[in-house]
């Protein structure tokens, strides 16, 4: 009886630690985004992109707030997401063929607009 209490205890114990996995991570990250536009595109590819569970570009300060599972990406991977989209992130500039494909008016020397 002891010996089947003590192996349940050890199967819940391990259930548990397996359940919790590891904390979600957060990181802030400076775009060069303009617009209402530029918001959705970065948002809609970022959820896309694996392990991110969430992200919100703050137009204000064009930083982008991004919740994410460490287990499954990277900052340097979130960064390299924004790139290829078109727009800078933090030191990285924005990939040149999606830079291109971006309306003129969510390009770098664009006016902001609503």
Not at 58 to 66: R, S
Request: aromatic share 6%; with cysteine.
């Amino acid at each position: 009886m002891k010996k089947n209490i003590l192996t349940l205890v050890f199967l819940l114990a391990s259930i548990l630690t397996y359940a919790t996995g590891p904390k979600p991570q957060t990181v802030k990250i400076k775009t060069s985004a303009i617009c209402e536009m530029c918001k959705a595109r970065i948002e809609k590819n970022l959820a896309f992109t694996k392990g991110v569970s969430d992200a919100d570009l703050n137009l204000d300060d064009k930083v982008i707030t991004v919740t994410f599972n460490p287990k499954k990406t990277s900052v340097d991977k979130i960064k390299q997401a924004i790139s290829e989209v078109g727009y800078d992130a933090d030191e990285l500039t924005a990939n040149e063929k999606g830079y291109n494909k971006l309306p003129s008016c969510c390009k770098k020397d664009a006016e902001k607009h609503q």
